[in-house]
């Protein structure tokens, strides 16, 4: 212990000292950059493959319920002579809402709240297309008896399986934002140990110099450069990687959680538009919400609306399809208010073909906002996948890189010790 000690208090010791003390902070700062680096990248691949794949299905499966459920209605007031696309559309419908289901039930098991909404959705939905077939069956026998059951359906649809989708929208999206943060924290504790690192470099490089006066030692400068080079690639190749996984969220995921929310509430329209008059006389509650949604459609708060959605789109593709929504809603609007003046003038046929009617009908118009809001959100989703890839990009070889580097710094840092060292012998 007593050889230890004085060995410590010689110069030689010293050097041999400050060489493992400087090897092991170069060692720690590549660990912890690489693991820091590593963790980013992570969460930034769960953003372009996992969470925001999930959140948008989420958001399919919201709208494939609330279109299947106008798309029953819409043939339900059809009579007997439903039309075969009508039909057709309800049926792919129903399919790729049990399909998105499967998905989702697979990729959400760490995910209690996406599960419990999944499961309430698998339950209610065979319950849901088997009222839609007693209300068909019965519509073809011109028994009014149908029109009860297609008002079971809806409640059914409204009550449970629409509120059980929005939640599990609403979890997956905040999985979404979890990743995003996750993925776009700087790495604080690494730009810590390599400043730290630098700082005990700078401090081995003056002590070297005051006691032999010379200025340059090669290995600690070579330490040196390796430390400042990982420290630059790691807050310049972060910045950038927060830099387009930010755009990808600003100019794709909030645009198109903006459409998703407008999209929804068009559908919903159109469905309480139909069921007005499935309810023959009785659906003034339908009508109320009929206005409800139209009015989140054209809004521009921050959880959706046309306004909110224009103001997010950044270029004239992502604008012009949105500018094309505008119009056809307003025009919807326009010839709903003209249906609804013949349904309430006793004018029933007339209301109904001006609702489900092949020209010049609100069916037509809300066709319209829902192939525009389908060009707007392909549009933003390629925005989104474009710019989080690049994000992603800059996180590439930053691990390795960084510890390659490190550990050659580390080398470096004791052969420089190791020649002053060599002066002793």
């Known amino acids: 212990m007593h050889r230890i000690r004085a060995a410590a208090t010689t110069e030689p010791g010293r050097l041999r000292s400050i060489g493992a003390v400087l090897a092991a902070l170069l060692v720690l700062f590549g660990a912890v950059t690489a693991w820091q680096v590593a963790d980013r990248k992570d969460s930034a691949v769960a953003v372009v493959d996992h969470s925001q794949p999930l959140s948008a299905d989420a958001a399919r499966v919201y709208r494939s319920l609330a279109d299947a459920n106008t798309s029953a209605a819409s043939g339900f007031l059809a009579g007997g002579d439903e039309p075969r696309a009508v039909r057709q559309r309800y049926e792919k419908d129903i399919r790729d809402s049990a399909e998105l289901l499967a998905t989702a039930a697979a990729n959400s098991d760490n995910s209690r709240s996406a599960q419990r909404q999944i499961a309430i959705l698998n339950r209610g939905l065979p319950v849901y297309t088997g009222l839609v077939e007693s209300a068909r069956a019965n519509n073809r026998q011109g028994l009014p008896l149908g029109g009860a059951y297609l008002r079971y359906a809806d409640d059914k649809m409204r009550g449970e399986l629409l509120p059980a989708a929005r939640k599990l929208y609403t979890a997956e999206t905040a999985r979404l934002d979890s990743d995003y943060g996750d993925a776009k924290s700087w790495p604080f504790l690494a730009i810590g ?58 100019t794709g995921a909030r645009s198109l959680q903006a459409l998703n929310e407008t999209w929804i509430s068009a559908l919903q329209a159109r469905g309480d538009e139909n069921m007005t008059l499935v309810a023959r006389g009785g659906g003034a509650a339908y009508e109320d919400s009929y206005k409800k949604q139209m009015a989140a459609v054209t809004g521009s708060g921050k959880a959706g609306g046309l306004a909110h959605a224009l103001s997010l789109a950044d270029d004239p593709a992502g604008r012009s399809a949105v500018q094309a929504a505008e119009k056809s809603v307003t025009t919807w609007k326009e010839r709903h208010a003209e249906a609804r003046g013949k349904d309430n003038g006793g004018n029933y046929d007339e209301a109904v073909d001006m609702v489900i009617g092949a020209e010049k009908s609100t069916g037509e118009s809300f066709d319209k906002v829902d192939d525009s809001l389908d060009k707007a959100s392909g549009h933003e989703q390629g925005q989104f996948e474009s710019a989080a890839n690049d994000g992603l990009g800059w996180f590439s070889g930053l691990s390795i890189g960084a510890m390659v580097l490190a550990v050659l710094g580390a080398a470096a840092a004791v052969l420089g010790i190791g020649r002053r060292l060599a002066e002793y012998r």
């Open 193 to 250: 140990v390599g400043v730290l690192a630098l700082g005990a470099l700078g401090w081995a490089q003056r002590r070297n110099y005051r006691r032999t006066n010379r200025v340059f030692n090669q290995g600690l400068l070579g330490a040196t450069a390796a430390t400042v080079a990982v420290l630059v690639w790691l807050v310049g190749g972060h910045a950038l990687a927060r830099s387009g996984l930010g755009e990808s969220e600003e």
